[in-house]
């Protein structure tokens, strides 16, 4: 019975020239999460609001007739021999659900203006449709953008909460506290709604700059990735494989993932990074020990050379303090120290747990379990330090003063794009 979405959207921050960019991308957002979706969809901003209008299908096109039944009549704005065709509810509200910057999606039922009578039964079969149970009270909020219709918003709500006591003697109007706020707003069209579906929160992909994720199969960095997203920023990400240590599947697990997070940030451009060489140089050359805190070194110079390359303003881990012996407060100086970007841990004071909770939210969690290897767990020490000192790790970085920096250059050189979730 739904024929368009108004798109609620915090405005805090948002004035000025900002509100323009902040709804364009929005805008931009929901056509690309729509994509998915198989009905045919207007998206516009109509005097400060976002409104999702689904279309007619084309006259003549039969295909959809039977949804048409389904329709309830033709005062509910569709044009006669039209049909919805495709639309799906429910698929719709979710892909609206993974676009950053909606909070609020309200189901609206539009109505060509016919005279207030017509609009009295649009409005009061809305009502029997929408709310199994009327024994509640409302309040009716009308708005005018068009100044040329007849009744001004006072008289419009009064008067319509007349005609819905008439035909529904069993609800009660309460201006202060209404279980059932009825919003009709007056435009070209009219538009009614009362309810509203929570959205994401946060801020269109796009407002915010880009930043490069360290993405690893692992429970974290997606959902590190996925928080960052959620700020408005783009992400690009990097993977660091070393075949035949790390296996294809591996590889597909991590492309999987940055496919899970396109869902809501948009297309990915993945960077995968053959790692082999690196690894086996600083195994080769190294105390074993500290390995991992050398790689992870390494690890973060690569990716801050692709970020300065690709325009990202940042890096992006999902590192935690204290979760493992490369994660304590002293690994993580030492990783900090080789990067001169700034470098966002959005999971830094979050618990195991927590973080398995937010990927089994966003739907990342299944993937990450999958259990191949990933590079880090083939070369781990049986004892990492958890306490490096820095000087000392730098020292022994000495030893890689032959190769490392021609290793460098050639994994930068050899590596792989794969841009996942374009449509
Ligand atoms: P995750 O669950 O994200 O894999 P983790 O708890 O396994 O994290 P580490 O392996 O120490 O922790 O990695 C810390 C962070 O370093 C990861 O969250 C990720 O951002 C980055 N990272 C680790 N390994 C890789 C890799 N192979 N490719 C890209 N980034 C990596
Ligand atoms: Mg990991």
Redesign the pocket.
Same mark, same amino acid.
């Given at each position: 019975m739904f024929t368009a979405f108004l798109i609620k959207y915090a405005e805090i921050g948002i004035k000025g020239k900002n509100r323009y960019l902040f709804e364009d991308a929005l805008i931009h957002q929901i056509k690309y999460a729509l994509k998915k979706c198989g009905g045919r969809y207007e998206v516009h901003k109509s005097q400060g609001r976002i409104f999702v209008d689904i279309l007619e299908e084309a006259p003549g096109d039969t295909a959809s007739g039977e949804a048409c039944g389904e329709i309830p009549g033709e005062s509910l704005g569709k044009a006669p021999g039209g049909a919805y065709g495709e639309f799906d509810f429910d698929e719709t509200v979710a892909a609206l659900k993974t676009v950053f910057g909606i909070s609020g999606i309200c189901p609206v039922v539009y109505t060509e203006d016919e005279g207030f009578e017509k609009l009295c039964e649009t409005v009061i079969r809305y009502l029997g449709d929408v709310y199994p149970d009327l024994e509640q009270t409302f309040k009716v909020k009308a708005r005018r953008a068009r100044k040329d219709y007849p009744k001004d918003s006072m008289t419009l709500a009064s008067d319509l909460g007349e005609a819905i006591l008439e035909a529904y003697p069993q609800m009660r109007v309460d201006v202060h506290e209404p279980q059932i706020l009825l919003n009709i707003e007056v435009r070209e069209k009219i538009y009614i709604y009362s309810m509203t579906i929570p959205g994401p929160g946060g801020m269109p992909v796009g407002t915010n700059g880009k930043a490069m *994720?360290? *993405?690893?199969?692992?429970? @974290? !960095?997606p959902v590190?990735g996925y928080m960052i997203a959620k700020r408005g920023v783009k992400i690009d990400a990097?993977?660091?494989?070393a075949p035949p240590y790390t296996s294809e599947r591996a590889k597909q697990k991590v492309v999987d993932l940055a496919a899970a997070l396109a869902g809501f940030a948009g297309p990915v451009y993945l960077h995968v990074i053959n790692f082999t060489d690196i690894q086996l140089y600083i195994y080769e050359k190294c105390p074993h020990e500290e390995l991992t805190i050398i790689m992870?070194r390494y690890?973060m110079r690569i990716a801050e050379a692709i970020a300065g390359q690709t325009q990202c303003q940042g890096l992006v881990?999902?590192?935690s303090i204290g979760?493992?012996a !490369?994660?304590t407060m002293s690994s993580l100086a030492a990783t900090n120290e080789v990067c001169r970007m700034p470098v966002y841990r959005p999971l830094i004071g979050f618990d195991k747990q927590e973080i398995v909770e937010a990927a089994q939210r966003i739907g990342t969690f299944e993937t !990450?379990i999958l259990p191949y290897e @990933?590079?880090?767990t083939i070369f781990v020490a049986k004892h990492p330090v958890t306490r490096p000192n820095v000087g000392i790790i730098r020292r022994h970085e000495q030893n890689l003063a032959e190769k490392i920096d021609a290793l460098v250059e050639a994994a930068l050189a050899g590596r792989e794009l794969i841009v996942v979730g374009r449509q």
């Open positions: *994720l360290l *993405l690893s199969g692992g429970i @974290d !960095s590190a990097v993977y660091f494989h992870r690890m881990t999902g590192e979760q493992v !490369s994660q !990450s @990933d590079c880090c």
